[in-house]
C-alpha cells in the first residue's frame, strides 16, 4: 500500500451526498430509471462527467437528492461512505449533512438523522466511535482484536436556500442529537444563494448552546460577506477562495483555521492552478489547515490523494505529510480526549518513518 494511503488522516470536510461512490450513485440510477422515476439515459453522462462548473454542481446535487433521498439509501450510503474513509486509514471523520424533509416519503430532519446514525451504527468492516461513550458492537477496545477503528462525529448543515426557521430547526436537531455525535454546524449550497443574515439568528444559537461552527466561506468573490463571516470567528471556514488582503489579515490574526479541499477548488474552477493555490501561502504562513476531500464521489478524489497532491505540488515530504494530518486534530470539533487518542495514533506512524 502506498504510504500516503497507509499514513493516518483526519478529515474534517466531507459532505455525505458528495462522497457517494460512482457504482451506488449509477446503481441507483439505474433502479429509479427502471421504475420509471428518472430517464437514467439522461442521467447517466451528468453522473460520469469529470469537470463541471460550480452551478453544474449544484445541479448534479439536485439530482443526487433525487437518487438518494429516502431513508434506506440514506443508511446504505453512509456505512459506504464511513466505510471508504476507513479503508484509507482516515481515523477521526467529520462527517455532514443537511437534514432533509420530505412529507410524501415520511421524512422530517430527524428522520434523516436517524437513518444517518442507522448507517454507522451498520458498519461492520470496521469499528465505528460515533457518539460519546459508545462502544460498538464487537469493538476493540477491549478485546485486543485488529479490527481498524474510526472515530465519526457529524455536523448538520444549514443550506443557503433555507430559511431562518429551517436553520433553527436543524439546530435544535443538532442540539439533540449531542449524545449521538453531533458537534457542530456547517453552512453551505450556492454560495450565490441566500443571505449570510438569513443563518445569523440560528448560528448565534448555536453558538450559545455550545456547538462548534464551520462556514463555506469565499467560495465565491462576496467581500462583504466574507468579512462579516470573519466578524462572527467561526471555528473553522472552508475554502477561502475569494479572500482578499484584509481578510486573510484579519483570518490569520484570528487564527482561523481553513478547510483546504484542492481538487474541488481546481475543479469548479475557484482557483485556476495549483501555483496560485492560498494552501502555498498559509502552509509557509504556519496559518492553522487542514486538507480535506469536500465531495470525493462528485470530484473522483480521496483524502490521500489530496495529501500526495498536496505533497507533490508544494513539495512535502513524509515528515511534513505527517505533521499537516497531525496537526489537523487541534481543530476537531470533537473532545480532548478523542484528541489525545489521535496524537498517540500518528505519533505511533511517526516512529515507523525511516
Ligand atoms: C458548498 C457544498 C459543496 O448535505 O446532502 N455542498 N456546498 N460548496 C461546495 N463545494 C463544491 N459541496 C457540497 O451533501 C450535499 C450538499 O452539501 C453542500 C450542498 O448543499 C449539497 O447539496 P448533503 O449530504
Redesign the pocket.
Given at each position: 500500500m502506498e504510504w500516503w494511503i497507509s499514513m493516518p488522516k483526519v478529515e474534517l470536510h466531507a459532505?455525505?451526498?458528495?462522497?457517494i461512490r460512482d457504482s451506488t450513485l449509477l446503481e441507483l440510477a439505474k433502479a429509479l430509471g427502471e421504475k420509471g422515476v428518472i430517464l437514467f439515459s439522461d442521467v447517466e453522462h451528468v453522473i460520469r462527467k469529470n469537470d463541471r462548473s460550480?452551478n453544474e454542481?449544484?445541479k448534479l446535487?439536485?439530482l443526487?437528492?433525487i437518487i438518494?433521498?429516502d431513508h434506506t439509501t440514506v443508511t446504505r450510503i453512509t456505512k459506504e461512505v464511513v466505510e471508504d474513509f476507513a479503508s484509507e486509514n482516515v481515523i477521526y471523520l467529520e462527517l455532514?449533512?443537511?437534514p432533509?424533509r420530505n412529507e410524501s416519503i415520511g421524512m422530517s430532519k430527524r428522520s434523516y438523522m436517524e437513518a444517518v446514525v442507522k448507517g454507522l451504527r451498520a458498519v461492520d468492516a470496521v469499528d465505528v466511535n460515533f457518539a460519546p461513550h459508545y462502544l460498538g458492537e464487537g469493538n476493540d477496545i477491549c478485546n485486543g482484536t485488529t479490527k481498524k477503528k474510526i472515530f465519526v462525529r457529524l455536523l448538520l448543515?444549514i443550506?443557503?436556500?433555507e430559511t431562518t426557521a429551517d436553520a433553527m430547526e436543524t439546530v435544535k436537531l443538532a442540539l439533540e442529537m449531542r449524545d449521538q455525535g453531533v458537534v457542530g454546524i456547517?453552512l453551505?449550497?450556492?454560495?450565490t444563494v441566500g443571505d449570510w443574515m438569513t443563518f445569523l439568528p440560528a448560528l448565534k444559537f448555536a453558538r450559545e448552546q455550545g456547538l462548534s461552527i464551520t462556514l463555506?466561506c469565499g467560495?465565491v468573490p462576496n467581500p462583504k460577506e466574507i468579512q462579516a463571516m470573519l466578524e462572527f470567528l467561526p471555528e473553522r471556514v472552508?475554502?477561502a477562495c475569494f479572500f482578499k488582503e484584509d481578510h486573510w489579515e484579519n483570518a490569520k490574526s484570528s487564527k482561523i483555521p481553513v478547510e483546504i479541499?484542492l481538487t474541488?477548488n481546481i475543479r469548479?474552477g475557484s482557483i485556476s492552478s495549483l501555483d496560485v493555490h492560498h494552501f502555498g501561502d498559509l502552509y509557509h504562513a504556519k496559518h492553522p489547515l487542514i486538507l480535506c476531500t469536500?465531495?470525493s464521489g462528485?470530484?473522483s478524489t480521496s483524502l490521500s490523494g489530496e495529501y500526495i497532491l498536496a505533497a507533490s505540488s508544494f513539495g512535502l515530504g513524509k515528515k511534513e505529510m505527517l505533521e499537516l494530518g497531525r496537526n489537523a486534530i487541534e481543530f476537531i470539533f470533537a473532545d480532548d480526549e478523542i484528541k489525545r487518542e489521535l496524537r498517540e495514533a500518528f505519533d505511533s506512524a511517526a516512529g515507523t518513518l525511516e
Open positions: 459532505h455525505l451526498n458528495g462522497s460550480l454542481v449544484f446535487f439536485d443526487i437528492h438518494t433521498t455532514r449533512t443537511t432533509k448543515s443550506d443557503r436556500r456547517d453551505s449550497g450556492n454560495p463555506h467560495e472552508g475554502h479541499c474541488s469548479t469536500d465531495d462528485i470530484f
